[in-house]
């Protein structure tokens, strides 16, 4: 009996160290599991925070690219207005220098009329006549069509320069572009100085008798054609000055940089008369 309950003694001894030593392990493993929990909702909520942050930065770039689009569209538009209005100059300018000449036109024509009424040949008068207005009709329908191409020219021209002002905030170098620009628009302002005395000018036939009406009527025909054959080339000259302005822009921007495609080729004229 005193031996069993030395055994026991010895068992209770031994065991009470085991099973001391039992909760001591547990608590480390709830410790890990605890700052694995902490870990994970840290990530969670940080995860959170930047998903936030990010749809705060897409939502103010989304407002930024908006205002810059916006701004870009009242520069766009502020320069439509502005090509317009000097469009719109030129026209008036036209108008005037013909209003001016009408004064002289009125009187060619009354003394044009006078010398017709000399005339025997009712054939003969009517073909004059018809010349006579012809070559003015001309003169008027050939300034309007070279008005047109250098309104558009100057339209080319602005989009070009629009080009031309991204490329150079990419930091590419436009001087030359930028150079020829300057030389288009002095080309574009000669063409438009010349459309205007242009447009003020007549062609009276003079003549005498029948013998020289022909010769007249040949000679204000002639006349007509090398002034609008001279328009023609200044015309030619500015629509060539914007052409190279987007040639040496091309040899700088990339094709894939392009945004648009600048035309600026005009419609061949002819200066016909019947």
Do not use: C, W
Not at 40 to 48: F, H, I, T, Y
Not at 251 to 258: E, G, L, Q, S, T
């Amino acid at each position: 009996m005193k031996k069993e309950i030395i055994s026991i003694a010895t068992l209770l001894s031994l065991a009470m160290p085991v099973m001391a030593q039992e909760p001591a392990a547990a608590r480390p493993r709830e410790a890990r599991e605890e700052l694995r929990k902490d870990v994970r909702d840290l990530r969670e909520n940080v995860k959170g925070e930047v998903k936030d942050l990010r749809k705060d930065v897409m939502v103010e770039a989304q407002k930024l690219r908006e205002g810059l689009k916006g701004a870009t569209r009242d520069v766009k538009a502020d320069i439509r207005d502005t090509i317009k209005d000097k469009r719109e100059d030129l026209r008036e300018a036209v108008k005037v220098k013909r209003d001016e000449a009408k004064e002289k036109i009125n009187k060619e024509r009354e003394e044009f009329k006078a010398r017709l009424a000399k005339l025997k040949d009712e054939r003969k008068k009517k073909i004059a006549e018809n010349v006579e207005k012809q070559l003015h009709a001309l003169n008027e329908r050939m300034m309007d069509h070279y008005m047109d191409v250098l309104g558009k020219l100057k339209s080319s021209l602005s989009r070009i320069e629009e080009r031309i002002a991204k490329a150079e905030a990419r930091g590419l170098d436009v001087s030359e572009p930028k150079r020829l620009a300057v030389l288009a628009k002095a080309a574009i302002a000669s063409a438009e100085e010349a459309v205007k005395a242009q447009a003020a000018k007549t062609y009276p036939i003079v003549f005498t008798d029948e013998a020289t009406m022909k010769t007249a009527i040949t000679a204000a025909r002639k006349a007509l054609h090398e002034d609008l054959r001279k328009i023609h080339e200044k015309v030619k000259d500015a629509r060539e000055a914007v052409r190279n302005v987007a040639v040496a822009l091309a040899k700088i921007v990339k094709p894939a940089d392009r945004d648009d495609r600048v035309a600026t080729t005009t419609p061949a004229t002819t200066t016909q008369s019947n």
